[in-house]
């Protein structure tokens, strides 16, 4: 597709759960970005891609979050143990080089930990 | 983690009405960002400032960058329903590539 796509769309996970969330970016895009939105909050940064090097990781609340990039155009966020201050909307963000080029978001996965 | 300060927080007005918002920080940013977040889709950037002071249009949508860095306004004129959403401003320093965001502003449009 032409824009950046997340799957799923939602997610429902008992609390303790694993989860995993993909990001397609948009072809060719090298900058790729997860963030975090909570329910009446604006999104907040969670980690940072150049390719497939993950740059900047200073956002992932705790050391169950991960995320992936290994070849430099899927990502995957994955969450260990889930809690239930976990539930959120994570959007992912795609761009490419250049000084001022902005990102495109994708649609974002709902995580309800219940 | 870090915020703007953007009001108001929600507006309700008439079809018609222009609007008005803006954000401040207490950081000074080198880029400025104003999004528009329909329910259950990701923002979609509307206007991008990347200089003090600089006026930028689109459209309806007319946007500054203070000239201290540590503000922004969004104008929206002649409003229409289309125009109901969650507007976030998003601001950036050169030094760092993520965004910092406000908590929005919630448009609603009286009937």
């Known amino acids: 597709g032409a824009g950046v796509s997340q799957s799923p769309r939602y997610k429902v996970a008992k609390r303790g759960q694993d989860v995993a969330l993909r990001c397609d970016p948009i072809s060719g895009h090298v900058s790729l970005f997860w963030y975090q939105q909570a329910l009446g909050q604006g999104p907040e940064f969670l980690t940072y891609f150049q390719n497939e090097a993950q740059l900047d990781k200073s956002g992932l609340p705790s050391d169950r979050f991960f995320a992936e990039r290994p070849e430099g155009s899927v990502s995957t966020l994955k969450i260990q143990r889930t809690q239930q201050e976990d539930s959120a909307v994570y959007l992912c963000?795609?761009?490419?080089?250049?000084?001022?080029?902005?990102?495109?978001f994708g649609q974002g996965t709902r995580l309800t930990v219940v | 983690g870090q915020q703007l300060n953007q009001s108001p927080q929600s507006m309700f007005i008439q079809e018609g009405e222009d609007v008005s918002m803006n954000c401040t920080s207490s950081?000074?940013?080198?880029?400025w960002l104003w999004y528009k977040q329909d329910p259950g889709e990701g923002p979609v950037l509307l206007i991008a400032?990347?200089?003090a002071g600089e006026l930028t249009s689109n459209g309806r949508l007319t946007a500054q960058f203070g000239i201290t860095r540590k503000d922004s306004f969004l104008n929206i004129s002649a409003s229409i329903p289309s125009d109901v959403g969650i507007y976030f401003c998003?601001?950036?320093?050169?030094?760092?590539?993520?965004?910092?965001w406000g908590a929005g502003t919630k448009l609603i449009i009286k009937p």
């Open positions: 998003a601001g950036r320093m050169d030094s760092n590539y993520q965004l910092i």
């Open positions: 400032l990347y200089k």
């Open positions: 963000a795609s761009s490419a080089t250049g000084r001022r080029t902005e990102a495109f």
């Open positions: 950081s000074i940013f080198n880029t």
